[in-house]
Every structure is written in C-alpha cells, then in structure tokens.
C-alpha cells in the first residue's frame, strides 16, 4: 500500500488533533498505510521511534483534545542540508514519499524547500551509500499536501484557519471575565494578544467583546493615536461606560515600525489620562485547551480532503493547500498562497498597507 506520513509542525492549534485522525482515517479507508512524523520535522530528522506506524485506532478520542499528540516543533535542523539528507533517508526507510503536513506558513514554505531540494538530497544520498539507486527511483518526487494549521489566520486565500476560532473563544472568555472585575473598579484594561504579523484576532475579538479601541499591525496607526485613543476612552467614561478595553495586537507598530506594546498603551493613558490602567498579556492559554465545535468539523473536512489528495497524487503534480474559502474545502496551489501571504507582511512591513489597498481601490 501508499505510504502516507502525516506531520503538524510550527505552533500548535486547536483541531490539529481532529485534522490528524481525518487524515489517518481516511488513508486507512482508502487502503493507505499512514505514519505519524513526531514533533514535526524532529521526527523525521531524527529517524528511529520519530516516525511511527498509526492505526485507527490510534487516534482514538482526540477529537476534542487540544494541541497535538504527534508533537509539534519548530526544527532549526531541518533548515540545513544536513537535516534534510537525514529526513529524506528516514522517511524513505518506511517508503513514505506522500506527506501531509500541517502547520503555519513558515512551516509550509520549509516543506516546500525540502520538496524541491528532493531529488538532489537522493542523488546524495545515493552517493553516499545511505540509499540504494532503485529506492531513488522509486520516490524520485516528494508529494505533499498542506492544511493551515495556526492560530493567527494569517493565511492568503483561507477563511479560517485550523485553530483561531478556538483561539478567539478563549480571547473572549478573558475579555467578559476581565470586564466583570473592569467595570467593578471602573478600570481601564489593556489586553495584548496573539497573531504574530496578523491583527486578525486582534480586530475580531474587539469586534466581537465590544471593546473601546484596538491595534493591529495592518493599521499602523498615525501620530495623533494617543490623542484618538484617550479621547475616545474619555467620552465613553462620561456616557456612562464602567469599564474600558483596550486591544493591542503582539504585532502592533507604529508608521516608523515602533512596536506598540500593552505597557507603552497603559503609559500613555496613565499620563494623558492620569488614570491607572492594568495590563493583561494573555499569551499562551489562546492557543491551549479544547477545540470549539467550529476547529473540529472544519479540521475534519479538511483532514479528510487531504487525505484524498495525497493519495491521489500524481508524481508530477504541484502541491496545494487544502482550505476554506468563501465555506467550501478548496485546493489552492500551495506556492502561490505562501507567496501572496509574503506579499501582505511585506507590505505591512513597508507601512505602506493602506496606501496599497487605496490604490487597489482607485484602479
Ligand atoms: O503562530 C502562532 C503563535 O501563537 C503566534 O501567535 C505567536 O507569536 C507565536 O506563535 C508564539 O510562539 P511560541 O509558542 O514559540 O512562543
């Protein structure tokens, strides 16, 4: 049968697990053998108990687990040739030349190295004696299909990503609780969360938890920001508003490309406002704890379209994510999203968003 190896890698995210036994399950419906590469490319770098036979059952009752039960890493050997070789010779020792792999960006356009450099780390390894000349030409392609698996939904062309509508509940848990205790001591509270380069969870929890002001990084805000802010959080104060919140994205920066941090917020309103304002930084617990309702069915279409896909597989044929866009499962080819997602941060980088979107806008 097919030898399937199935990977998360990068950040771990809610529904990670139910992508994983979507896709081990499927692969056994569909007469393929699947295999778990552990901690992500670790795994494979490391060879031996790092790549391991799954069975159905194996992925038994982690639907509603969160994080991952392959592990997860982000592997500074696989970036070398060396760790490359050595995945390479791993994998093709239990004959895998399919993979999912699912994890952020970062780690997609890692996978895509390695699936490029392919055929020459076989030629090596030929050379070497590590790899016979019939196995190398029995895999001379690496196939490989990925799902987006990160909390940030910092993905061109995908909808959602596996992780942040879970990642978004938990923000918003922590909002309605911290506004209870808020509104109590007719406080100011600063919460920074997660995202990276993205201020998607950002703008959609302030959205959703009805919150005074917010920071992200795809709206670096002018210089009259603190000004804006304050004056705003004053009017709600006088209309009678108990409690105030405002959300800074971990990315937030100015149009200099100065971080915005939760402690320069809280400064700035103890100064213009002479008003205490606490700080909540929420971190880690956005990505921990059980997949929403969302995080399990989406990452269960998705898990199993991969699946199909890596199957079905053509040796010749270019990777693509499997994702959602517009509520239906696509293929989307894997290179050209990676691309157009580097686009965007290098735009945000340059602070030059708005004007590109204006642009757009005008032509
Ligand atoms: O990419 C997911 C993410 O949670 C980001 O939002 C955050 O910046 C980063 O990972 C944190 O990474 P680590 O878990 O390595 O501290």
């Given at each position: ?20 036994r ?5 692969a ?8 778990a590469?552990?901690e ?16 159905w ?20 050997e ?12 791993n ?6 030349d399919r ?17 490029k ?9 030929v050379?070497?004696g ?16 990925g ?5 940030d939904?910092?993905l ?8 942040t ?12 609780d ?10 100011t ?6 995202g ?5 969870l950002?703008?959609m ?34 209309a009678?508003?108990?409690?105030s ?16 941090t939760?402690d320069?917020?809280r ?31 989406m ?14 597989m053509?040796?010749g044929s ?6 959602e ?8 080819p894997m290179?050209e ?16 968003y708005?004007?590109?979107?204006q642009?757009?806008g005008?032509?």
């Amino acid at each position: 049968p097919l030898r399937i190896g199935v990977l998360t890698s990068g950040g771990d995210a809610q529904g990670m697990n139910a992508a994983v036994r979507a896709v081990v399950r499927t692969a056994i419906r569909l007469g393929a053998r699947p295999y778990a590469v552990m901690e992500g490319w670790a795994g494979a770098v490391a060879g031996g108990d790092g790549i391991r036979p799954l069975e159905w059952d194996s992925v038994g009752s982690i639907l509603q687990r969160g994080g991952t039960i392959i592990g997860t890493a982000r592997s500074a050997e696989f970036r070398e040739r060396a760790g490359q070789l050595a995945a390479a010779r791993n994998l093709l020792e239990h004959g895998i030349d399919r993979l999912v792999v699912i994890g952020g960006d970062g780690s997609l356009t890692g996978t895509n190295e390695f699936r490029k450099n392919w055929p020459s780390l076989l030629e090596e390894l030929v050379e070497t004696g590590d790899i016979s000349a019939q196995t190398a030409a029995a895999h001379p392609v690496l196939m490989v299909t990925g799902l987006v698996g990160s909390i940030d939904n910092d993905l061109v062309g995908a909808d959602m990503t596996i992780g942040t509508d879970s990642a978004l509940h938990r923000i918003l848990e922590a909002i309605d609780d911290i506004s209870s205790t808020a509104a109590s001591h007719q406080r100011t509270f600063v919460v920074e969360v997660m995202g990276r380069h993205c201020g998607y969870l950002a703008l959609m929890a302030a959205v959703a938890g009805g919150c005074d002001y917010v920071l992200v990084p795809e709206l670096p805000p002018g210089k009259d920001w603190e000004e804006d802010m304050c004056s705003k959080l004053k009017a709600g104060r006088e209309a009678g508003r108990r409690e105030s919140m405002v959300i800074v994205a971990e990315g937030a920066t100015d149009r200099e490309g100065n971080r915005i941090t939760a402690d320069d917020v809280r400064q700035v309103i103890a100064d213009k406002l002479g008003e205490a304002a606490r700080v909540t930084i929420l971190g880690h617990v956005q990505r921990g704890g059980r997949p929403s309702a969302y995080d399990r069915w989406m990452s269960t279409l998705l898990g199993c379209a991969a699946a199909r896909e890596v199957v079905s597989m053509d040796p010749g044929s270019e990777p693509v994510i499997i994702a959602e866009r517009h509520n239906r499962i696509r293929r989307l080819p894997m290179m050209e999203q990676i691309a157009a997602t580097r686009a965007v941060k290098d735009l945000v980088a340059a602070h030059d968003y708005l004007g590109a979107i204006q642009a757009r806008g005008a032509s």
